[in-house]
């Protein structure tokens, strides 16, 4: 995991990264087996809870739809 400098401060670097932590956290289910690299942009800081497990979710859903797809399941 990596976040922008144009967050701030490595405080607020770290903040960001623990969020997306917490946020990776409630789907460990969907990403069992998958090697995920996330770039924390600076956007992400001001970004409501809610926003930032919406678009994780929709990200996981689309990488997962995309393995499957390379695998050949249906």
């Known amino acids: 995991m990596a976040t922008s400098r144009a967050i701030g401060c ?3 670097r770290n903040r960001q990264k623990r ?3 917490a946020a990776f956290a409630e ?3 969907e990403i069992s087996g998958i090697d995920v690299v996330l770039l924390v942009k600076a956007r992400a800081a001001g970004a409501s809870w809610n926003a930032l ?3 994780l979710q929709g990200l ?3 990488v997962s739809r ?3 797809h390379a695998s ?3």
Request: no cysteine.
């Open 72 to 74: 050949g399941l249906p």
């Open 53 to 55: 497990v919406t678009e």
């Open 19 to 21: 969020r997306a932590l």
């Open 27 to 29: 789907f460990k289910q």
């Open 10 to 12: 490595h405080a607020r």
């Open 60 to 62: 996981l859903s689309e």
């Open 66 to 68: 995309r393995s499957l």
